[in-house]
């Protein structure tokens, strides 16, 4: 089944402990459309970038099942570039430089093919961005998820609370969850956020993996222990990929798919940080997933205590 | 089979963000007792206390298969005395008063039971103690693990790399295991640990879970999600109790009754928390006891992705 999917592609220079990479390609859709199409295609990429993005950077996504049609690109105009400094234990990051450009004044437009697609992933951008996405929607999806961040919760509060009544699932960080909830303990916050729309809540908590809630039960997908993380970046989106593009392969909604959808995205986001950028994406093949996969069902395997 | 351990019988005053309790029980070796006494006696308890512990509590001790002949009581002398005030996010806490009284010159001393025993649980104490329990030990034990803290590896390095070498296996958490072997990556700070002596690391991450490093594998524990976090007191050492107390039941040291000891080593450790000092230890059945651990195996399983 098709993914659709909106969020910025964009450029990133960034400085974590293990180096720096200088205007490298980033953007949420960017990272959740390479991820996602190892699992299902096409991925429709619903986003804006200036005529400065590299032609071989695009193609490069389409001739992985990446469509390309609902990505406008405004002549003259320059890319949204963003450059951050990761923090020694790559869990805070400061934000050194943002330029909107043509994300600016980014109004999403969705071709007639993409309007009755089945599955959805709102990517981290202005409330009022992913809200016009929905609406141009002819059909109600089978799953609408979402990204956001809390700087969505500081400037748009009630555009948030509205795509959140619309939307079945949500992905955030703990920090997030507990400035979205207002409670600490992430059971209590899970209750809270469970109640403004979605129906399924998945908490990523980095290094320490995620929690799956739904309706009757909680999942705890681990993380990796790895050597060496070269760059965070992309990591969520990536595990957001990695998870909806599963699910739209499966394309059956069950309690289980959706915790083997979360072990697939930790798959996707713990490759993610090998290397800078999308480096390492592109070196995937279903090969080195699967046994990637494998590696995370291992890690929690255990015999009957009793 | 018998599991020998040592270490603090104590009163703790303990301030949360949910309450304060003033004078209860507490010490290491109290909760490894209580929480391995679930699954194998004799618990063989080496430690001392002045004559201000209550005598109820030895009765109560004694009465779940805690054999106190090892626990020293001194006449007219205090028991070891800690008073801490936990961050409201519970993962630190500063320490207000520390009395070691009976503690400060503390020699312990096998009863001629003890000095066979197979299973051994050096808990958080001075590392030239720890290493005066092994010298008295006629005979190399199956399994002896210990905990430690970074105040030892501050003042006591050397005796600390002394006992390491004399260990099976390594229960600390992730901040000790950072300082013990100058690496941030847990994975490569297991590399480093499991050089020093122990051929098993357990890496105690709290509302994270915990890692168990064995020769050939990396196995993660999920932590319960809980409601509240009442008192994280002990866990750590109803952690190990319930870890030790579970693998002397099984008397069989294969990867996988490792894996499963950590499962059960966890559960033990969402119940402590749950309410002020032992008080929810003492709460426990084994129906009770066994339902947590399933919710905990419930909480990683998932069927195969592919």
């Known amino acids: 089944m098709a993914l659709l999917t909106v969020g910025t592609v964009a450029f990133d220079s960034i400085e974590t402990a293990h180096g720096k990479a200088d205007r490298v390609i980033g953007g949420a859709a960017m990272y959740i459309g390479l991820a996602a199409a190892h699992f299902t295609t096409p991925i429709q990429l619903v986003s804006v970038v200036g005529d400065d993005f ?25 890319s949204f570039y963003w450059a951050g400094r990761y923090h020694d234990d ?8 943002t330029e909107l450009n043509v994300l600016a004044d980014f109004d999403p437009v969705l071709p007639p093919a ?8 709102l990517g981290n951008l202005t409330p009022a961005v992913q809200m016009r996405v929905l609406d141009q929607l002819k059909k109600r999806p089978k799953l609408v998820a979402m990204d956001t961040m809390n700087f969505w919760m500081d400037v748009a ?12 699932l949500l992905l955030i960080n703990d920090e997030e969850a507990r400035q979205l909830s207002g409670e600490h303990s ?12 979605p129906k399924i809540l998945v908490i990523k ?8 809630f739904q309706q009757n039960s909680v999942f705890y997908a681990p993380a990796l222990p790895l050597e060496q993380v070269t760059d965070p970046t992309g990591a969520g989106d990536s595990f957001a990929g ?3 593009g599963y699910l739209a392969m499966k394309n059956r909604l069950s309690e289980d798919n959706f915790k083997k959808a979360i072990i697939v995205g930790s798959a996707m986001a713990s490759f993610c940080v090998e290397k800078f950028s999308n480096a390492r994406m592109k070196e995937l093949s279903g090969d080195i997933i699967r046994d990637r996969i494998r590696q995370f069902a291992d890690l929690v395997r255990f015999g009957n205590p009793f």
């Open 114 to 121: 993409y309007q009755k697609t089945a599955y959805v992933m």
């Open 186 to 197: 992430l059971m209590k916050a899970a209750r809270q956020i469970l109640r403004m729309g």
């Open 157 to 168: 509060w009630d555009d948030l609370m509205k795509v959140l009544r619309r939307v079945d």
């Open 242 to 244: 990695g998870m909806m």
């Open 54 to 78: 590299p032609t071989a950077e695009l193609r490069y996504m389409e001739s992985v099942g990446i469509d390309l049609e609902g990505l406008q690109i405004k002549p003259g105009e320059k």
């Open 90 to 97: 790559l869990n805070g990051r400061d934000t050194l430089v």
């Open 205 to 212: 908590k980095g290094e320490h993996g995620a929690l799956l």
